[in-house]
């Protein structure tokens, strides 16, 4: 006689085990990472429960919800038991988070230190795979009045058209301007276009009253700031 085959749905579990029933009667923050993303893809696969799924999901990028954000829908799908709908899903979640956490840095308009502008960009740029320029535009009072994608390139770098820099600044009024780029190699260390860049730009700026107040390169997980470091 055949045994029934074990299934492996999160409805069989016991109501402590499932994740939906968990996050209800104890709040979201009792759940692990494993048993959120279980709840998003709902169901695992013959061998495997959600959780079980999704803690070898988790394990093939060292538990880091940044690495898992850019695993691609392909590579998602990769694992058995994860399809498109799936993948799609968890894709989503994890985008809905990086934005979020862009929009509790502008919440803080006010730049208060090299910090405020690294919480502000590293959403924006600092996991990106090629290299980003922006420029942030300041009143006189240090708040955010706009910030710009000035230019996009490859991994080798980008151009920066410093009449649009100054264009910009004089048309919503800036009185301070920050740059900003991303280095995807992760060094933070500036190069010498770097440099020249920033000092072109402090210079072309003075003439019209306005100032260069910091540069920074972002990473995933660090930054430099040309102003902390002294060579502004």
Request: proline residues 2%; glycine residues 6%; aromatic residues 4%.
């Amino acid at each position: 006689m055949l045994e029934k085959t074990t299934s492996f749905s999160i409805k069989n579990w016991s109501q402590d085990d499932q994740p939906r029933e968990k996050l209800l009667h104890k709040g979201k923050a009792a759940l692990s990472d494993a048993e959120l993303v279980a709840i998003l893809i709902g169901s695992g696969n013959k061998t495997e429960s959600a959780v079980e799924l999704s803690k070898r999901i988790l394990a093939s990028v060292d538990n880091n919800l940044s690495e898992l954000g850019k695993l691609s829908i392909k590579q998602l799908m990769e694992f058995k038991g994860i399809g498109e709908a799936k993948a799609i899903s968890i894709a989503a979640a994890l985008e809905l988070g990086r934005r979020r956490r862009g929009e509790e840095a502008l919440e803080k308009k006010k730049i208060t230190s090299s910090k405020s502008v690294f919480e502000l960009m590293q959403p924006i740029i600092g996991e990106l795979q090629h290299e980003e320029f922006w420029i942030i535009y300041l009143n006189n009072s240090n708040k955010v009045i706009l910030k710009n994608q000035l230019s996009k390139g490859g991994i080798t770098g980008t151009l920066v058209d410093v009449r649009l820099v100054l264009k910009n600044a004089l048309e919503v009024g800036a009185t301070g301007l920050i740059l900003a780029h991303n280095h995807p190699s992760g060094t933070l260390k500036p190069s010498e276009a770097d440099k020249q860049i920033t000092n072109k730009l402090k210079i072309a700026s003075e003439s019209l009253d306005i100032k260069v107040l910091d540069h920074l390169i972002i990473t995933e997980n660090a930054y430099f700031s040309f102003a902390d470091d002294g060579i502004l």
